[in-house]
T-cell receptor, first 110, second 113 residues
Framework: QKEVEQNSGPLSVPEGAIASLNCTYS??????FFWYRQYSGKSPELIMSIYSNGDKEDGRFTAQLNKASQYVSLLIRDSQPSDSATYLC??????????FGQGTRLTINP | EAGVAQSPRYKIIEKRQSVAFWCNPI?????LYWYQQILGQGPKLLIQ??????VDDSQLPKDRFSAERLKGVDSTLKIQPAKLEDSAVYLC???WGDGQPQHFGDGTRLSIL
């Protein structure tokens, strides 16, 4: 089992719809969770961090965390073509090591 | 606030040659990381420094890769000799401390011929 798992996609969503990105992790004691956006040929950019169960909203982005299910998700409301990118889920695991999933490629169709 | 600076942006070398990458973290960030990102995969941690000490280098191929962070600021990552499978983007990131959000530089895209 991979430490952090994401569906590699591609995930295709029409403009204006909600994009839902999912991530599961294996280390039950993980406490810190991050979503990074990576445009093609660019470096990862931090867009959301979440540390406690529940929802955290920032503009059009909502991160959801369920530690019991070892599941973290990212919702993007009113999706725009500029949201087309690869979204990386990252989890701080034992010894404070940040482990990345393989990323989900998201395409927003105009 | 200036971001993480890396150089060079691109590097092409032949296998068995050596190469070095440089990173300057965000001012004040104590923790510095080097990652390797192979096409289609997420970044993989190679080495983590806290100030000028190594915190984690468990995934660094020590027979060919080395890294240092003199004076706890800038860092260099070296590969000697390079292999074809080292073709990747090498990302440097920094953070205020362990477990804090990490901010990435633009990376160095390395191609091995």
């Amino acid at each position: 089992q991979k430490e952090v798992e994401q569906n590699s996609g591609p995930l295709s969503v029409p403009e204006g719809a909600i994009a839902s990105l999912n991530c599961t992790y294996s280390d039950r004691v993980s406490q810190s969770f991050f979503w990074y956006r990576q445009y093609s040929g660019k470096s990862p950019e931090l867009i959301m961090s979440i540390y406690s169960n529940g929802d955290k909203e920032d503009g059009r982005f909502t991160a959801q965390l369920n530690k019991a299910s070892q599941y973290v998700s990212l919702l993007i409301r009113d999706s725009q073509p500029s949201d087309s990118a690869t979204y990386l889920c990252a989890v701080i695991q034992g010894a404070q090591k940040l482990v990345f999933g393989q990323g989900t490629r998201l395409t927003i169709n105009p | 606030e200036a971001g993480v600076a890396q150089s060079p942006r691109y590097k092409i070398i032949e296998k068995r040659q050596s190469v070095a990458f440089w990173c300057n973290p965000i001012s004040g960030h104590a923790t510095l990381y080097w990652y390797q990102q192979i096409l289609g995969q997420g970044p993989k941690l190679l080495i983590q420094f806290q100030n000028n000490g190594v915190v984690d280098d468990s995934q660094l191929p020590k027979d060919r890769f080395s890294a240092e962070r003199l004076k706890g600021v800038d860092s260099t990552l070296k590969i000697q000799p390079a292999k074809l499978e080292d073709s990747a983007v090498y990302l440097c990131a920094s953070s205020w401390g362990d477990g804090q959000p990490q901010h990435f530089g633009d990376g160095t895209r390395l191609s091995i011929l």
